[in-house]
């Protein structure tokens, strides 16, 4: 369905909405996202109040870690992209919005993500980060098979176990960990000093960034003065990040001699391979695979079937083997892991600075913002756009993009900081991760439909994404390749 495309014609409105009393009015609002609305409802019912998709609102966390909790808010699929063009928006400091973590979480430096591109250094860490990629994409579909196989051998062992079930998210966590450093530098993290320790020093390392964004479950009273109100003391981090950055700086080495010759230092390069690698690809790891296998074990058996039939058809294409060129055969699956990342993306929020006097045009209307206002988007509202997607909008429809129909609707999926139809490149804030991360989602199909038939399992909601059970595996009866 095409969206509706009016606005461009009605004369420039003032953007609706209210901060409130200054101070009351955001922790009044920082209360309502976390604890008596959640985030989706406080979005929908701001959009709902003021009869617009462009709203002035508060932002979480607030007082005493934001400056400024203000933000004009675009929550639909027309106005979002505005985020998405360097002529309008500057993207310095703002990748965890309206605060920023310490730079003494990160080696003393800005890291890539907080860099707008107007910025040289971004372009020399970006450059890098694409070589990085580039120069081991031979390495990526072995890497990823050798290590999910041997999770998913755990999962079963576990569910042979009397009454037996198997967590995927703690699996996920430790299996990533190793995938990632393996695929990028060769050396799995485990077997170095860092040994089993390394996905739970990122975990704390991420959560001293982003605890003013979550909510634990515990009660208010002790969430507010301790995850909301104050950063937590990066001294008691140091030594974790200490360890991870000992681990990068002699596994990476040959990304680091790359670096060199683009002009950055050793130091500064390392630390931003941790980041990109720790918080950027691990920390989007840990959220996307529960979330595709939440998706995916909802479905059920129908959805299961086809997959087996289209995963299995291009291996034994391909002579029994994982090609790059049998999974680009799987449209599916890939269509399966685009829906995935519409419906949930795992990065939810978007933030850019007006570098100008602007016009924002919604579905309905155009609005106008000043040079130096904050723009925000909440990234499911505006790719669950029923102007968009239709009465489905908020379905996993996994064939959704195929075909030539499906695809016209690619250009409204919008995890990477950037539609799914265009790319990264040094002049944008899209990810560069981009395609390994769509790569990596149809891997992960793969090896779960060429080693059976169908699955089920628990799904239920956590810290920042979906929780995944395993109940029952049965295991490939016909057809399952190499
Ligand atoms: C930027 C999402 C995986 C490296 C971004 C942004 C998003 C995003 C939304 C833009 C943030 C902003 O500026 O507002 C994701 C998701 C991933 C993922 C959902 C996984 C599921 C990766 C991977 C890499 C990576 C595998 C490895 C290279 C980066 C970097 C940036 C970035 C370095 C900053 C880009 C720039 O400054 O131009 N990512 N990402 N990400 N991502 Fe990813």
């Not at 063009?85 to 800005?110: A, I, N, Q, W």
């Not at 006097?357 to 790719?383: N, R, W």
């Not at 399992?457 to 390749?481: C, D, I, P, W």
Request: proline residues 6%; hydrophobic residues 40%; glycine residues 8%.
């Amino acid at each position: 369905m095409a969206s509706s495309d009016d606005g461009g014609s009605s004369a420039p409105r003032d953007v609706p909405g209210s901060y409130g009393l200054p101070l009351v009015g955001a922790v009044r609002d920082r209360l309502d996202f976390y604890y008596f609305q959640g985030q989706d409802k406080y979005f929908e019912s701001r959009v709902e109040r003021y009869g617009s998709t462009v709203v002035r609102i508060n932002v979480p966390p607030g007082p005493f870690m934001a400056r400024d909790p203000r933000v004009v808010a675009v929550l639909d699929a027309k106005s979002f992209p505005v985020l998405f063009d360097m002529d309008k928006v500057e993207k310095k400091d703002l990748f965890t919005g309206t605060y920023m973590p310490s730079t003494s979480l990160t080696g003393g430096y800005r890291v890539c993500s907080y860099l707008d591109p107007s910025e040289p250094t971004h372009t020399k860490v970006k450059q890098m980060l694409f070589s990085l990629l580039l120069s081991r994409k031979d390495d990526v579909i072995p890497t990823f098979r050798s290590n999910f196989s041997a999770l998913l051998a755990t999962v079963e062992s576990q569910l042979a176990k009397s009454g037996g079930k198997a967590d995927f998210n703690k699996l996920n966590d430790v299996t990533s960990f190793d995938f990632i450093g393996e695929a990028y530098f060769g050396v799995r993290p485990s077997a170095t000093d860092l040994g089993s320790g390394g996905p739970t020093k990122a975990a704390k390392w991420l959560i001293w960034q982003l605890h003013p964004l979550v909510t634990l479950g515990l009660p208010m009273v002790l969430e507010e003065p301790l995850l909301h109100t104050f950063h937590l003391p990066p001294f008691l981090v140091k030594g974790d990040y200490r360890a991870l950055y000992k681990y990068f700086s002699t596994a990476a080495k040959q990304a680091l001699d790359t670096a060199e010759g683009l002009g950055l230092s050793r130091e500064e390069a390392c630390h931003n391979l941790l980041f990109a690698t720790t918080f950027n690809s691990y920390g989007g790891l840990k959220v996307l695979f529960p979330g595709l296998l939440a998706n995916v074990a909802n479905a059920g058996e129908k959805l299961h079937e086809k997959l087996v039939a289209e995963i299995r058809g291009a291996v034994a294409e391909a002579g029994g083997k994982v090609t790059l060129a049998a999974v680009e055969k799987m449209e599916l699956a890939k269509s399966v892991v685009w829906e995935s990342l519409r419906l949930d993306p795992p990065v939810k929020f978007q933030y850019g600075h007006a570098k100008k006097d602007l016009l924002i045009e919604s579905h309905d209307a155009v609005f106008q913002v000043k040079k130096g206002e904050m723009l925000f988007g909440y990234q499911p509202c505006a790719t669950k756009d029923p102007r968009v997607f239709g009465d489905t909008a908020k379905e996993f429809v996994p064939d959704r993009f195929v075909g030539e129909e499906g695809s016209k609707l690619l250009q409204y999926v919008y995890w990477s900081n950037g539609r799914e139809t265009e790319n990264p490149s040094v002049d944008n804030k899209q990810c560069p991760g981009k395609n390994f991360v769509v790569l990596v989602g149809r891997l992960f199909l793969v090896e779960l439909f060429l080693r059976y038939d169908t699955f089920t399992a628990e799904v239920a909601t956590e810290l920042l994404g979906a929780s995944v059970v395993f109940t029952a595996v049965t295991k490939a009866t016909s057809g399952a390749g190499s």
